[in-house]
């Protein structure tokens, strides 16, 4: 037992000697399964290996972690660890800056990260992390890129992209600014490109009925619902049957069911699956080519310029069997779905604007209506329904949630696994050949695709027929990588280089998964709303057969940004918080307590040094009173019992103890850390009071006093163990207690080390 605590709180001293004192003991090692014992797979978000740690990871691993924390010190087997989000532009960007290749530099940074997120204390199980760069988990990758190929969910479309000429490459969107490259700052173009997407649709609905599921468990909180709900976009209507006179039928979709008389037009989908039906003069079949190439991203197009295409053709109106004109246009893709639609002006701002485009004539259009589906109060006329009941309307959903994307034109992704062959055409790799790999050597400029131009990964054998064949060279998005991220962390190192049939069918896995919460960003929605459609694809095609709901997360926590002076922080705007800096100066501790204590999870946190001194005086005032309460020698001979005159001040502690214990409890079961400390905080409030009190009545504190008001402060240490792992910890020792596994959460008598 260190008897010679400092008296003075030093955070520097006391973290470094818990941290070396858990890697020794490998304090957060993913422990073996056993029958009976609860287990959680807490999910932390897996960061952009950009560099450095910045407030924000704190933010969020500070949530994660109290839970980690507390879910351990109630005794259950916990799973804490993550991957590092490696592929993609910004790693790109980072190397082309340094001059390095993409590989050489996200090892480093991803170290660098380590480094940083040990030094906070985060309780993570490195063991089980990994960088998704790497060879062994990119497979991960081909391989789910297989399955879905397999499963008809993955095709190949056309697609348009900005094109940089001088540079003779495609450019993401934050590549372009004000229309020009962003490296050569010459003018962009639209060029058509070929490109893999994921098809969604199919389980679409599925996400949506399974959200109700979500929700009553309780555990999913009200932001990633609505962050789900918002990715859906799920539109309540009615949908209806029409005929041409040529007897060519369409079933038409509108939220507007009590406006069907309103209707002035018909706009349909150029992904809809009967849209041909629609084309026959050439030149509408022309332009429709043209459209389909730019008309099937996720975005919400602008209806002042989004294309229309008329088809010369017209279908009866619902209500008054007038011809309404037949339009081809993407905006029914980015609001509803590959579907068709009335459109209906008076009642919708987009069909508003398309109806001025086409010269329509409309009556009293309501600028005030705008996607309002249900709101009709003050509207002079009387409906027309009636007239429309006759054409068998029903109800019906459509949803904007759309297929999109996966490939990119770089070279610092995932190969994606195909090769083109002239007599086979466009041939999978089969399973036992993955991984294509990467070649390491890669160094992007920004100049053209790089793996493009090697030959030596170009060039390969058709599976196929034999014969030479040239291999796909963009690579996955890593949006795409992130369909899986969350999995592997489920698999003890010693088991990744099984092929992954082998891996999904380990016992271990199959007892961790789901995810029992997800803590992630508040921009986590989209991410969260394909992996939950990826995962039940997988259940249907065999290896996540065992989670019957398809859901990767039982529970889910967004929260929101840390934002200073009520802005965004940014290099630019000079208003950036350094961890580096807050950590040299006040300790882990501290930092992570004041990212909780200074707003819920659900708000953003506006930064301000004062949350950060206030919790720097609390837990320097924690640490000094424990230290002077243990040294403090008793008034009074024990033997010869003194006038009780303090009773009810110690029942009183006792009870202020078990209330808070209680709902310290409870708010960590929700992930309500910033009451949870501020609860701990009033009970420390109510422990110096109960010795100011005594020491009104007495000179000092009796034997029973000193008994009450140390016990009191064994459960507030044990309590700060989640927020303030190393002062709590080394508390704990001072104390007595052993210092050889986890410090319990009180209540819980004993945690046996596994
Ligand atoms: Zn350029
Ligand atoms: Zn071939």
Redesign the pocket.
């Known amino acids: 037992m260190p008897e010679q605590l400092p008296k003075r709180y030093d955070p520097q001293t006391i973290e470094a000697r818990r941290q070396a004192a858990w890697r020794a003991r490998d304090a957060f090692r993913t422990p073996e399964l056993t029958e009976g014992q609860p287990r959680k797979y807490i999910k932390p978000s897996a960061p952009f290996t950009s560099g450095n740690i910045h407030i924000g990871h704190v933010r969020s691993y500070s949530i994660g972690d109290a839970y980690a924390r507390f879910t351990r010190a109630r005794g259950d087997a916990v799973l804490f660890s993550f991957g590092f989000d490696a592929f993609g532009l910004p790693a790109e960007l980072g190397a082309i800056a340094s001059g390095e290749s993409p590989s050489d530099w996200v090892s480093r940074c991803a170290s660098h990260m380590q480094g940083q997120l040990e030094r906070l204390g985060f309780s993570f199980d490195w063991s089980r992390s990994f960088l998704s760069s790497d060879a062994l988990m990119y497979r991960w990758s081909q391989w789910l890129f297989l399955m879905l190929l397999d499963a008809g969910l993955v095709y190949q479309g056309t697609g348009t992209v900005d094109w940089?000429?001088?540079?003779q490459?495609t450019?993401a969107t934050i590549q372009v600014e004000d229309g020009l490259?962003?490296?050569?700052?010459?003018p962009?173009q639209l060029i058509q490109q070929t490109q893999w997407y994921l098809r969604i649709s199919s389980y679409v609905p599925e996400n949506d009925a399974r959200l109700e599921e979500l929700e009553r468990s309780g555990i999913w909180d009200e932001s990633s619902l609505a962050s789900q709900r918002f990715v859906l976009g799920r539109l309540d209507g009615v949908e209806l049957d029409l005929r041409a006179p040529d007897g060519v039928a369409l079933t038409v979709f509108t939220p507007h069911a009590d406006a069907l008389g309103e209707a002035r037009f018909i706009a349909i989908s150029p992904r809809h699956p009967d849209v041909e039906h629609w084309v026959a003069d050439p030149a509408v079949i022309e332009q429709l080519e043209e459209l389909r190439s730019g008309g099937l991203e996720r975005d919400l197009r602008d209806a002042e310029q989004i294309p229309l295409i008329d088809t010369g053709r017209t279908l009866p109106s619902p209500a008054t069997g007038e011809p309404l004109p037949v339009l081809i246009s993407p905006v029914v893709d980015g609001r509803f779905g590959a579907t068709a639609v009335l459109g209906i002006p008076a009642h919708d701002r987009t069909d508003a604007l398309i109806a001025g485009r086409l010269g329509l004539q409309v009556d009293n259009p309501d600028e005030d209506r705008d996607m309002d589906v249900n709101e009709d109060e003050n509207k002079g006329e009387p409906p027309i329904e009636d007239r429309s009941s006759g054409i068998g309307q029903r109800p019906a959903v459509r949803y904007r949630a759309n297929d999109f994307s996966i490939s990119r034109q770089r070279s610092w992704g995932t190969p994606i696994p195909i090769v083109y062959c002239e007599q086979c055409g466009a041939v999978p790799v089969p399973q036992e050949q993955l991984p294509v790999l990467l070649p390491l050597d890669l160094k992007p400029t920004?100049l053209g695709n790089p793996l493009a131009e090697r030959e030596d990964f170009v060039q390969t054998v058709c599976p196929g027929c034999g014969g030479p064949a040239r291999r796909e060279t963009d690579t996955l998005d890593c949006h795409f990588d992130a369909l899986w991220l969350w999995v592997p962390a489920c698999v003890p190192a010693s088991e990744r280089e099984r092929p992954l049939e082998e891996i999904f069918a380990l016992e271990d896995l199959r007892q961790w998964l789901p995810s029992e919460r997800l803590v992630a960003g508040s921009d986590s929605g989209n991410f969260v709303f394909d992996q939950r459609i990826v995962s039940k694809a997988l259940r249907d095609i065999g290896p996540l057969a065992f989670l019957a709901d398809g859901e990767p997360f039982a529970g889910c926590l967004f929260h929101e940004m840390v934002i200073r002076d009520g802005r965004k922080m940014s290099k630019h705007l000079g208003n950036v918080v350094d961890p580096d800096e807050l950590l040299a100066k006040y300790g882990a501790d501290t930092v992570r307590l004041a990212t909780l204590y200074a707003a819920r999870p659900q708000r953003s946190l506006n930064w301000s040094d004062s949350a950060v001194l206030r919790c720097h005086r609390f837990l320097a005032q924690v640490w000094e009173f424990s230290l002077r309460a243990l040294d403090a020698t008793p008034a009074g001979d024990p033997g010869e019992p003194a006038k009780d005159t303090t009773e009810h001040l110690r029942l009183k502690l006792s009870t202020w103890c078990a209330a808070a214990v209680e709902r310290t409890t409870e708010e960590m079961e929700s992930l309500e850390m910033h009451s949870a400390v501020r609860d701990v905080m009033r009970l420390f409030d109510r422990l110096k009071d109960f010795e100011k009190r005594v020491l009104a009545r007495q000179d000092a504190l009796s034997p029973a006093d000193r008994e009450a008001l140390i016990e009191a402060l064994g459960v507030l240490i044990q309590m700060l163990g989640p927020f303030a792992p190393h002062l709590s910890e080394e508390l704990w020792i001072a104390f007595g207690h052993e210092a050889d596994t986890q410090t319990p959460w009180p209540g819980v008598s004993s945690l046996t080390p596994v």
């Open positions: 940089c000429e001088t540079c490459t450019l490259c962003w490296r050569c700052h010459n962009v920004g």
